[in-house]
């Protein structure tokens, strides 16, 4: 899994506020994974920064948030997919490589299978969509945590 920079810092600061108020935080974090979520389906679908050619519809709702609670002290906010749509991270973090292509036809002669070298630029849709929303989420959280403040004093 590839680092974001800045992420250790906001994992931290969210660490302590959610042991003080783990309702609030809780929210908090599942409306920042519902903005990096659309941000990503939105990144498959449509033209901009970091778009995927996509053919199908397979990828676009595979993407999904999931907001749990670790053991009383942190609420964790994952976005993801899950493991049998691994092209996923190859378009995330990019591939240089070995292919194996199994046999197959193509217009009406026999391809044997074979090995193929492929070189693929990573295209960031998922971690893209965090960087594109970072402002508001950053944003999300201090306008909560001032609310937080306002309440506790």
Known sequence: M??????DKAQKRFRDMAKKFPRVTKQAMHDATIMIEGRAISNVTNAGPFLLNVKTGVLRASIHSVVKQ???????????IPQHVPYGRTHEL??????????HT????????????????????LSGAYKLRKRAIERRFERITQELLRAAG
Do not use: E, Y
């Open 106 to 125: 193509r217009k009406g002669a026999t391809v044997r299978a074979h090995a193929r070298f492929m070189r693929l630029k990573k295209r960031p849709w």
């Open 94 to 103: 990019g591939f240089t490589g070995n292919q194996r292509v199994k046999a």
């Open 70 to 80: 670790r053991g009383g002290d942190f609420t964790v906010g994952t976005v993801g």
């Open 2 to 7: 590839s680092k974001i920079k800045g992420m």
